[in-house]
């Protein structure tokens, strides 16, 4: 009433004014010092718990961005071998709110379908950047990279992100996630162990009978 939220609003600007600098004189010798030097200009992380305004000077300064960040998706192949984790199952541009997603599957020599995209598009204008199809992939081939800086003077065909464009190595994966990486990681030795017990306690329970049948002979 009568102005006083204006006050109230005016007051809280000065109050995140004032951290700003209370703030960054208590990071000794200043919030700013733990850039890392990169190609691209300085990397700045900022603390979870620093208070006021966080500037920096955009482009040749960036903000360190957290891990679970999402921009645009990217198809995940494996570095080693080159073989692609897409199977081009299709689950991906089945769940995309925008149905941004088109896939054609490959094909032999004869003319049957085999688990590999031959093609593999996303409009980058209409994705919305939700990360379901990342969230639905059921072999882990689509993740959310952190790629955002997309200007362009083109709309078409620029951002029509072919296959090519999409695939990264899982080293580039690993570099962006770090910590699902890991669990990943942990998770399908987990399971690839799992598979090799199984087999080999198959394996044993057919050489079983088999031994006590020569035995009986």
């Not at 006083?4 to 000065?14: P, S, V």
């Not at 004014?17 to 960054?24: H, N, V």
């Not at 990486?181 to 799992?194: D, N, P, S």
Request: glycine share 8%.
């Amino acid at each position: 009433m009568f102005g006083t939220g204006i006050i109230k609003g005016l007051g809280i600007t000065l109050r995140h004014f004032a951290e700003t600098f209370i703030d960054d004189l208590a990071r000794v010798p200043s919030r700013y010092t733990n850039a890392i030097g990169t190609p691209q200009g300085k990397l700045l992380r900022q603390p979870a718990d620093s208070k006021g305004l966080f500037t920096i000077q955009y482009p040749e300064e960036k903000r360190e961005l957290p891990e679970h960040f999402r921009y645009l998706p990217m198809l995940v192949y494996e570095e080693d071998t080159g073989k692609d984790r897409c199977t081009a199952c299709g689950i991906c541009a089945k769940v995309c709110p925008p149905q941004c997603i088109w896939i054609v599957r490959d094909m032999n020599e004869q003319g049957k379908p085999i688990t590999r995209p031959a093609e593999f598009y996303i409009d980058a204008s209409i994705c919305m950047s939700c990360g379901f199809c990342a969230e639905y992939c059921p072999f882990d081939a689509i993740k959310m990279n952190h790629d955002y800086e997309l200007a362009i003077y083109d709309r078409y065909p620029t951002l029509i992100l072919d296959k090519d464009e999409l695939s990264v190595p899982t080293s580039y994966y690993a570099s962006l996630y770090p910590q699902a990486w890991a669990a990943e990681e942990i998770a399908r030795a987990a399971k690839a162990a799992k598979k090799a017990a199984r087999g080999k306690k198959t394996r044993a329970g057919k050489a079983g009978p088999a031994g006590k049948a020569q035995g009986k002979v």
